[in-house]
């Protein structure tokens, strides 16, 4: 988590692969109810995601556990640097915040649907100390993206 816990390393990961730094950014966890069998893993390989989330598209890095370990949390996850994508707003079909539970409103859920019928699951306590930029970046996800 050390790559990707202030916001000025989080923005560099991004600057270096040609971004300003506007945006929204987050690190979310992959949402593993969502997923099964051998395909899920080629097609989404990873446990989480470091997200810009931009008015011209959606910028990411894979976030992986370098250790196997039965429980993925954010703080064992570590940025892959090679897997950078870019979705540009051509390529989205939709973008989507939605509670992660029925009664659990302290989660949110992001849902990312692309054009080629990928979809990824990724999600986020709306309040977390972990990360210092975390609580300003998912209150403007909520504002702009939430479904009621």
Do not use: W
């Not at 429980?71 to 897997?83: F, G, I, M, N, P």
């Amino acid at each position: 988590m050390d790559e990707f816990n202030t916001i000025d390393k989080v923005k560099k990961l991004f600057k270096d692969k040609g971004l300003d730094d506007s945006g929204i950014y987050l690190a979310l966890l992959k949402d593993f109810r969502k997923y099964s069998g051998m395909v899920a893993g080629m097609d989404y390989p990873y446990g989480g995601l470091l997200l810009n989330i931009r008015d011209d598209g959606v910028g990411y890095f894979y976030l992986n556990q370098p250790k196997f370990s039965l429980k993925v949390t954010l703080e064992k996850l570590v940025v892959d640097k090679d897997s950078y994508t870019f979705l540009s707003n051509d390529n989205i079909a939709s973008i989507q915040v939605k509670n992660f539970a029925l009664l659990n409103k302290k989660r949110k859920e992001l849902i990312i649907k692309t054009k080629d019928k990928k979809t990824h699951y990724v999600f986020g306590a709306v309040e977390d100390s972990t990360l210092p930029y975390h609580n300003e970046n998912m209150a403007k996800l909520i504002d702009k993206y939430f479904v009621k």
